[in-house]
């Protein structure tokens, strides 16, 4: 396992062009393995201006980035929106609400039965033609993504896990002691609903999941990407260590300097460092 920092690439910004704007985005519902609704949009991607060399840079057409939103997000979410717009400037994308969320069906298991969402995604986003596909997790998608490549192995060609947990049942941080209070309380749930948009199921887990850090030396081949801030509020870094632990030589972490907690503390370079990754460690 490296843990380096990672190069900065060109100044980049996303615009559309003639040759990638011909493919308008879908939107529509896909059905789980087990029948759940998710609200999913594919998108084709787009062209990339760069300065310098001041020339457009095209969207690979074989490539999709398929992202996995955190516990309360969806996909029509300003930050789940801004990171398919930095990541379509490398590939097409899929972006999708896990069972529970938005306009999905369903309810949320936190992070077990969402692998089925994930595999959803993953088949549909296969179905448009793309060779290569990436998965990309923040938080819970961040654990979803990791189980979903070690219990669908070759199904995605690397994997980008974004402030992850390690273990289950993490209540070292007041965050997370909230949003255990959320998930297991049925006043908890009542705000998730009413509040976060966010429909929780009343049910334990039984059985327990397989954790990430059990599930991430199953990952490979596949290449894996371990970003993790070090102002996280959630997850401190002995997490992302576990997992870059478990992960051995064919993972990848990246300890970001100043970044908080997923989506949100994920800024536009940053994405554009895993972009570049990603289509480079696909193959």
């Given at each position: 396992m490296s843990n380096r920092p990672a190069?900065?690439?060109?100044?980049?910004?996303?615009?559309?062009?003639?040759?990638?704007?011909?493919?308008?985005?879908?939107?529509?519902?896909?059905?789980?393995?087990?029948?759940?609704?998710?609200?999913?949009?594919y998108d084709p991607g787009a062209a990339v201006y760069e300065t310098p060399p001041d020339t457009f840079?095209?969207?690979s057409r074989d490539l999709v980035f398929v992202i996995a939103h955190g516990f309360?997000?969806?996909?029509?979410?300003?930050?789940?929106?801004?990171?398919?717009?930095?990541?379509?400037?490398?590939g097409a994308v899929v972006t999708f609400s896990f069972r529970g969320h938005g306009r999905s069906g369903g309810r949320s298991t936190v992070g077990d039965k969402e692998v089925l969402d994930l595999a959803a995604a993953v088949e549909w986003g296969r179905g448009f033609g793309h060779a290569r596909v990436v998965t990309v997790g923040f938080s819970m998608g961040g654990?979803?993504?990791l189980r979903h490549a070690a219990l669908h192995p070759g199904t995605v060609d690397a994997v980008v896990s974004v402030s992850a947990p390690a273990r289950w049942y993490y209540r070292g941080t007041?965050?997370?002691?909230?949003?255990?209070?959320?998930?297991?309380?049925?006043?908890?749930?009542?705000?998730?609903?009413y509040g976060l948009r966010t429909r929780i199921h009343h049910r334990d887990w039984d059985p327990v999941p397989l954790s990430p850090t059990q599930a991430v030396p199953k990952i490979a081949?596949?290449?894996?990407?371990?970003?993790?801030?070090?102002?996280?509020?959630?997850?401190?870094?002995?997490?992302?260590?576990?997992?870059?632990?478990a992960a051995g030589d064919h993972g990848e972490l990246w300890v970001e300097?100043?970044?908080?907690?997923?989506?949100?503390?994920a800024g536009d370079a940053l994405l554009a460092r895993i972009g570049d990754?990603?289509?480079?460690?696909a193959g």
């Open positions: 190069g900065h690439g060109p100044r980049s910004t996303v615009r559309p062009h003639h040759e990638t704007s011909r493919r308008a985005a879908i939107r529509t519902f896909l059905y789980s393995a087990d029948g759940i609704a998710l609200d999913s949009v840079r095209p969207a309360t997000g969806d996909v029509d979410r300003p930050h789940v929106r801004r990171v398919a717009g930095v990541l379509r400037g490398y654990s979803v993504v007041a965050p997370m002691r909230r949003l255990h209070w959320l998930v297991t309380r049925p006043e908890g749930r009542l705000v998730g609903r081949p596949a290449p894996l990407l371990i970003v993790h801030g070090d102002r996280d509020g959630y997850f401190p870094l002995d997490h992302p260590r576990m997992l870059a632990e300097q100043g970044m908080g907690h997923a989506e949100n503390a990754w990603a289509a480079a460690a």
